[in-house]
């Protein structure tokens, strides 16, 4: 059947909603490679903790954009699009049609919408603000950041430090509010032969998967993964250190806190993230696939090569 399709195939949706194992079915029925969207799995050494696909899968299919990092290196949607784009340029002129499959909403944002980059980073005005917001408070920051740029403000956490010292080192270096580049086109479309595919999970079996998932990656070695990335030399960038469950435990080894209330502080923040990128992905033009706890992997597939052969405007020869 791989001749048959000509669509560039997106498999997206929220953190464990299965979208990995999809791609991995659709990749063996079309005999395509995958391109990973995700922002974590680019780094080396970042492996429980990412989900990145097994070994045995690696084996059998062509993945691109895992592992291309330290992870001691920042990294940033502005640098991964022009890779994305080169990688996918790379694999149809070997006659490869890739599927694209991940979560990371930004980068399908800059994909379909075109990415403003904004300016390079102020160190000084960074590190100025940085301490600002430890001393202070981030609160203190986000509330001056609302009299800048209340549509900032409005979308950013009261203590998401990060995001707003970025927001108000963007205001102090252009003069411009950073909410100016997240304006999206009034009805953004993929590119030309461009499939999105998502998969939609009531709420609370969402939900279930998550924690399911944060268990299984805490058996396979999730704490001591993150306890050897807090000892290496050269540290985490500030990029691979926000990857959900670092930080709940190197607290929780800070504070003494029980192996249970981390690892539900883990699988509530990855809640907390999932919800996040259905806000971001209800923005896009996604087709979902209604899914439960009783549909089977190739049933998925099989729905997906439906729409595919019955929508398709061409073939290839």
């Excluded at 291309?68 to 949607?77: A, K, Q, R, V």
């Amino acid at each position: 059947m791989s001749g048959e399709i000509a669509e560039l195939v997106v498999i997206t949706g929220p953190t464990a909603s299965g979208k990995g194992s999809l791609a991995f079915e659709l990749s063996l029925r079309l005999s395509r490679e995958i391109i990973s969207l995700d922002s974590m799995k680019v780094y080396r050494e970042m492996d429980v903790g990412t989900a990145k696909p097994s070994p045995e899968r690696r084996s059998r299919v062509q993945y691109h954009l895992l592992d291309i990092l330290d992870p001691n290196e920042e990294f940033s949607t502005g640098e991964y699009l022009p890779l994305l784009e080169s990688t996918i340029a790379d694999c149809q002129k070997r006659g490869q049609n890739p599927i694209i499959a991940g979560g990371t909403a930004l980068y399908l944002k800059g994909y379909l919408d075109g990415f403003q980059k904004g300016p390079e980073a102020d160190w000084g005005v960074r590190n100025r603000l940085r301490e600002e917001a430890l001393q202070l408070g981030p609160e203190a920051l986000h509330e001056r950041l609302r009299g800048h740029d209340p549509q900032a403000a409005s979308k950013i956490h009261p203590r998401d430090s990060r995001r707003i010292v970025r927001a108000l080192e963007v205001v102090e270096k252009t003069g411009r509010p950073i909410s100016e580049e997240w304006a999206w086109k009034a009805h953004p479309v993929p590119p030309r032969h461009v499939r999105i595919f998502g998969l939609e999970w009531p709420r609370e079996e969402l939900y279930a998967r998550i924690n399911l998932r944060v268990e299984r990656m805490v058996e396979a070695g999730l704490f001591e993964e993150a306890v050897r990335l807090r000892q290496r030399i050269p540290p985490l960038s500030r990029t691979a250190a926000q990857a959900i469950g670092l930080k709940e435990v190197w607290q929780g080894a800070d504070l003494a806190r029980s192996r249970k209330e981390v690892v539900e502080r883990i699988q509530q923040g990855t809640r907390r993230f999932a919800k996040s990128q259905l806000t971001w992905f209800r923005k896009m033009p996604i087709e979902w696939i209604p899914t439960t706890g009783t549909a089977r992997v190739e049933d998925l597939a099989d729905e997906v090569l439906r729409r595919l052969t019955r929508d398709s405007p061409q073939v290839c020869c």
